[in-house]
């Protein structure tokens, strides 16, 4: 009988042991298995922080760039990688090695002994001028050990170029204004020293402070109507115009000095409506006609013509038979106060505003102005308008 519950308690122990064995490897597995889960969102969530890190940095308008403790590049954003025209992976390598930059290196050599340097302006070494501001300062961990090196770059070319355009603007403005001014002034003391006393030459000093302080107040007309067509303070009153008309009636403006300069004027602008501001347009075009008779050959031909564009726009242009323009030259005949013969164009009385008072109307209408030129053979400006699909607008005689 003892032997029997001997025997059943050994096969009761043993039972109570595999299962204990069995619950032991279902707890293990389980432990594993959560494990393996913890391991996962770990990593799920190390990956989404890297990911929200990385579009983070991306959205940055500004470049970023990280270096590690070797001064290696850890990361750099999609802005960096913009401003220096990058496409290669930058990861792993120096300054020097992706940028080719040594500027660049040395500041960063200057953040390795100051611990941080801001508002340092950068000049890239290309040919558009291109300017970033750079603020970098080295990064420490927790320990207060030195981890790396962070880069913020900020595109400061737009800037560059407005600061050197205001810069133009006032020294070419202050030119201009200095020219009549210092000849008024001289007329006004030799007429106060005596000169005033013999009439004819009193008549004659005075028909050129006349005529310096017309060209002064041309030039004051024309500061105001860029100011406000830049600023967009113009509005304009737009009406479907007959274009032949228009250009009718600025040749007969303008006959007088074309018969003085011996020029033939025609008209070949067909039956064109444009939804315009006649009186920006009458601008327009009066300046062009102008300039080709003052700048083209005596005894030459000026030719105004038009046609409807495949794109729906109508298209002027103004051609001369003069001496044409060089290649280089034609970029910029749009730019305020740009002269392709300097000392010609003070000669005829031009403020050197007027084709880019053209630029800034027909912009202004939604079109587009260019020239095309050859020397010895002439020139043509050409300007786009909206076409017009009303009644015309009667064209008043001055």
């Known amino acids: 009988m003892w032997a029997a519950l001997a025997i059943l308690l050994l096969a009761t122990l043993v039972v109570l042991h595999l299962r204990h064995r069995q619950l032991l490897s279902r707890l293990q597995r389980k432990h594993l298995l959560d494990l393996e889960d913890l391991q996962r969102r770990q990593q799920q969530t190390l990956t989404d922080a890297n990911a929200q890190q990385q579009v983070l940095f991306n959205s940055m308008l500004e470049g970023l760039l990280l270096l590690d403790r070797n001064q290696r590049i850890y990361l750099a954003n999609r802005a960096f990688k913009h401003l220096f025209q990058l496409k290669a992976e930058l990861r792993g390598k120096t300054i020097l090695e992706a940028l080719r930059v040594p500027e660049l290196d040395a500041l960063v050599q200057r953040v390795e002994n100051d611990g941080q340097v801001f508002d340092y302006e950068l000049k890239l070494p290309d040919l558009n001028e291109h300017w970033l501001r750079v603020n970098a300062a080295a990064v420490f961990n927790s320990a207060g050990g030195r981890d790396g090196t962070i880069l913020v770059f900020h595109d400061l070319t737009r800037l560059k170029q407005l600061e050197r355009t205001r810069e133009e603007f ?17 007329y006004v003391e030799t007429l106060l020293d005596g000169a005033r006393n013999n ?30 067509l830049e600023s967009g303070r113009m509005k304009l009153n737009l009406h479907a115009v007959d274009m032949h008309q228009l250009a009718e009636k600025v040749l007969t403006d303008l006959h007088g000095k074309a018969e003085a300069r011996g020029t033939t004027l025609a008209n070949q602008v067909p039956a064109l409506l444009a939804q315009v ?47 044409g323009i060089p290649n280089e030259a034609l970029d910029r005949v749009f730019e305020r106060f740009y002269r392709v013969d300097k000392a010609r164009s003070r000669d005829q009385g031009g403020t050197g505003l007027g084709l880019s008072i053209v630029k800034h109307i027909i ?28 009644l015309p607008t009667p064209i008043e005689p001055e």
Do not use: C
């Open 170 to 186: 006032v020294a070419n403005v202050s030119h201009e204004l200095r020219t009549p001014l210092s000849l008024i002034k001289g």
């Open 199 to 228: 009439p004819e030459v009193a008549e004659r000093f005075l028909k050129i402070i006349e005529r310096n302080a017309q060209r002064l107040d041309l030039l004051i007309q024309d500061l105001l109507t860029i100011s406000a």
């Open 277 to 323: 501001d006649a009186n920006r347009v009458d601008q327009v075009l009066s300046n062009l006609v102008d300039n080709a008779i003052k700048y083209g050959r005596t005894q030459g031909h000026v030719t105004v013509g038009g046609r409807q564009s495949d794109s729906g726009m109508i298209e002027l242009s103004v051609n001369d038979d003069g001496p």
């Open 363 to 390: 912009q202004s209408h939604g079109g587009e102005v260019w020239a095309a030129s050859e020397v010895g053979k002439g020139t043509t400006f050409y300007f786009t308008l909206p076409a017009g699909n009303k």
